[in-house]
């Protein structure tokens, strides 16, 4: 299984089995992040973080402090798909692997701007 990214009729496919997804709140501007799992079923969510709380992101009541980070992990539902809007508020979605993140321009090769991007889990090209 790989992840597909699909913006602005524009398909891009990553040999991953396990990413994640960090951004900045637009209104709080806090560091938050999404670990995944590309998985036959579907794209699951593993873990979240995020650095603070407030304005729309408060954590559930299982959330703990770990290294400044409020963590918890949700129950596993495979997505068949993630949709990512962009605000342009808060800067861009970064999808980080192996020690590595690139934003969603960098990895199609020209600016996202306002485009929506689909996320979705696809056969090894």
Do not use: Y
């Not at 597909?4 to 089995?17: D, I, Y």
């Not at 637009?26 to 590309?38: F, G, L, N, Y």
């Not at 800067?91 to 701007?113: N, V």
């Amino acid at each position: 299984m790989s992840l597909c990214l699909a913006s602005a009729g524009v398909v891009k496919t990553l040999s991953v089995a396990a990413f994640t997804l960090a951004w900045t709140h637009s209104i709080e501007k806090t560091a938050w992040q999404e670990d995944w799992q590309v998985t036959p079923a579907g794209l699951e969510l593993k873990q979240a973080r995020i650095k603070g709380f407030g304005a729309g992101m408060e954590p559930p009541p299982e959330t703990r402090l770990v290294d400044g980070w409020f963590q918890w992990s949700p129950p596993p539902v495979a997505r068949p798909e993630v949709v990512l809007g962009n605000s342009g508020a808060a800067g861009e979605w970064r999808l980080c692997h192996d020690g590595a993140c690139r934003t969603l321009s960098e990895i199609f090769g020209h600016p996202i701007g306002a485009n929506v991007t689909v996320m979705s889990a696809c056969d090894n090209p």
